[in-house]
């Protein structure tokens, strides 16, 4: 008898770990725990955290030791040439499986003249005019907030508003004394937006100490519906830079035209030669190693894109015919100009031949597809396009002996990662999703943009998952960023959903 009051006790811990917080229980938990955590929220926010101030970032890890040391957990300092990363670790007792958690806490630098407010580091909440202008309105009144109202601050919604979230689904199990059935690792970025570089170093030398089952990601806008969406991939990044040479200085275009040969000419024909009037890749191999097949096709279909508005939007009559809709464009690797420089424009124009032209470029990266073939790929074409090809600015001997030269540099920042929706992870999210909003979540195989996670996934060899939270347009790195308060309600549920979601 007592056994069975055992097993029956059990069972209803049990129950109540998984099955008792359905939808609308969740939603009024979340309710709570938002409101109750605006304070921290702000607090969090008016730490600056642009990370080419250290002694700010400093701060910054210090406030995340005291929240995540306040809710029971360990925190450990992973040393780099640069900031720390800081690591919380919190155990279950009946654990099974442990989950890495990826936070992001800097944020990108600010142009604090280009913001309606008085700083970007301090939070101005904010609503809509019947004209569609920003109107800051007293912060207390968030006690009451709409949401459509908004946030704004640097961070706000990249990424310091999913740690306010996660800490504010702590608080929420925590007073229902529910714990997770899985150990946490919370692993948190300090210069993320500096492009991460000493992250990959750091994962290499503290493999064990990192060592999961799983990897999610608390970063990143959800569909442009506002939609509950997981995204399961993200693009890698490389850059490159080309510079064309003319006379070795600028020379005056009136005795020099017809004779001094034109760098700005010659670099545009050379980028043009990459490319078809469709903008896809001329360059024989650039997309080979990416198949999408028929299941893939309707993951990707799957996707409730509206491109008439996104075309709208950009003011574009004709996409890019890479891909034939939104989706599949974003599965292939990109060969983008990112912004070129010759000679002097506007108002600064000069009557001359300019002595060299520059053109930084980017690759986005795709699974299938190595980096360092690619730029083998773009160096081959620049050569066959009758270039000398260095890797330095060229000597007068080279300027002599060599009618055209590029110098050609470059650099891999991560590559792409990219899960299947049927692992673990994924299942995983899916049920809490699932529970949360009782239709299934939006799932985009692959985000367009990059984020640093592949040194996880490749040297820790775990599948990761995005569970994005805030609004899309949210000016994410420009001037007004925001965090739409109803987005944080509903990342706070998705969080408390997946703590309480058993593994
Ligand atoms: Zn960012």
């Not at 600064?348 to 699974?367: F, G, K, N, W, Y």
């Not at 090809?389 to 060229?394: L, T």
Request: proline share 6%; with cysteine; charged share 25%.
């Amino acid at each position: 008898m007592q056994k069975l009051l055992f097993v029956l006790a059990f069972l209803s811990v049990n129950g109540l770990f998984s099955q008792q917080l359905e939808s609308a229980e969740l939603e009024a938990l979340a309710s709570k725990f938002t409101k109750a955590s605006f304070p921290m929220y702000r607090d969090l926010l008016s730490i600056p955290s642009d990370a080419n101030y250290p002694e700010d970032i400093e701060l910054n890890v210090q406030w995340c030791e005291n929240a995540f040391q306040s809710r029971n957990f360990s925190t450990t300092r992973i040393k780099t040439d640069y900031v720390p990363l800081l690591l919380a670790e919190r155990k279950a007792k009946s654990a099974q499986k442990t989950v890495l958690i990826y936070l992001q806490l800097d944020g990108q630098p600010v142009d604090s003249t280009k913001w309606f407010q008085e700083s970007p580091w301090v939070p101005a909440l904010k609503q809509q005019n019947e004209k569609g202008d920003w109107e800051q309105i007293p912060w207390e009144n968030i006690e009451n907030y709409e949401d459509d109202w908004r946030v704004f601050a640097r961070a706000a919604s990249d990424a310091k508003g999913p740690v306010a979230m996660f800490l504010a689904s702590l608080d929420a199990i925590e007073s229902l004394k529910i714990e997770p059935n899985f150990n946490m690792k919370v692993i948190m970025d300090f210069e993320e937006e500096l492009g991460s570089p000493h992250l990959p170093q750091a994962v290499k030398d503290n493999s064990d100490l990192l060592s999961a089952d799983m990897l999610i990601i608390l970063d990143g806008p959800v569909h442009n519906s506002n939609k509950p969406t997981l995204v399961f991939g993200a693009r890698g990044i490389a850059q490159m830079q080309l510079t064309t040479y003319g006379p070795i200085v600028p020379q005056h275009s009136g005795h020099y035209g017809n004779y001094a040969p034109n760098p700005a000419l010659r670099l545009s024909k050379l980028l043009a030669s990459m490319k078809d009037d469709d903008g896809r890749v001329t360059i024989p191999g650039f997309y080979d190693g990416v198949h999408i097949d028929e299941a893939t096709e309707k993951i990707l279909k799957s996707v409730p894109d509206d491109e008439t508005e996104i075309k709208n939007r950009l003011k574009i009559v004709k996409p890019d015919k890479v891909g034939s809709y939104y989706q599949e464009a974003i599965q292939y690797p990109s060969l983008n100009i990112l912004g070129m420089e010759s000679g002097w424009v506007r108002e600064q124009t000069r009557t001359i031949v300019p002595s060299d032209a520059i053109a930084e470029l980017d690759m986005r990266l795709v699974q299938g597809s190595d980096p360092q073939r690619l730029i083998g790929l773009v160096q081959k074409h620049i050569e066959a396009q009758g270039f000398h090809v260095i890797d330095k600015e060229p000597t007068d001997e080279e300027r002599m002996k060599y009618d055209k030269i590029v110098t050609f540099t470059h650099k891999v920042f991560y590559h792409s990662f990219q899960t299947d929706f049927n692992t673990e992870v994924g299942q995983w999210l899916q049920r809490a999703y699932n529970r949360a909003y009782e239709v299934d979540p939006i799932r985009i195989r692959m985000g367009g943009g990059s984020i640093p996670i592949s040194p996880f996934v490749t040297t820790l060899g775990i599948p990761a998952v995005l569970v994005t939270t805030v609004n899309s347009d949210n000016n994410q790195h420009s001037p007004n960023e925001n965090l739409r308060l109803g987005n944080y309600r509903n990342g706070v549920k998705a969080m408390i959903a997946f703590l309480t979601e058993a593994l």
